[in-house]
């Protein structure tokens, strides 16, 4: 298997995957905001299901430096999937359109000219963003073959 770059596991191929996810659901999920954090590179941890109380966050924690964060809700919350594509990519260009249609409202996201869409505005961002990456990633030569010339 090809060395990666990038401090994250995941492949292009596997972003694209979990930005199809982001644009299929139909509501907040918090399975599939620990994947979009894992996804970005962050530690997460998730809410073991025979732990429930009042002190044990939501979906679970992700470690951001040698701290450990409530995991925010990426797949619900528009600032939370507007934050963590300005951490993680501070310098891209995005922008998120809300279309009104017969049926449902959309949302339109675009991110480094990457395109998705979502039933939610916070999923279109994240897919969008997932797909940017997943370009990014592709086009990034492996460090291997960089080295080999």
Known sequence: MPATTDSSPHRPEDLLALADRCEAARKPDRGLDADIYEALGF????????????????????????LWKTLGSASANID????????????????????????SATF??????????????????????????????????????RDAG
């Open 43 to 66: 530690n997460v941890r998730r809410k073991p299901s025979h732990l429930v109380g009042r002190r044990t966050p939501p979906g679970g924690i992700y470690q951001e430096g040698s």
């Open 80 to 103: 939370v999937a507007v934050g963590l594509l300005r951490q993680k990519a501070p310098d891209w260009r995005w922008s998120l359109q809300s279309l009104a249609g017969e049926d």
């Open 108 to 145: 339109q996201a675009l991110v480094a000219e990457c395109q998705a869409s979502g039933t939610i505005g916070a999923l279109a961002i994240c897919a969008a963003l997932l797909r940017a990456l997943a370009r990014a990633r592709s086009a990034t030569p492996a460090t291997t073959d």
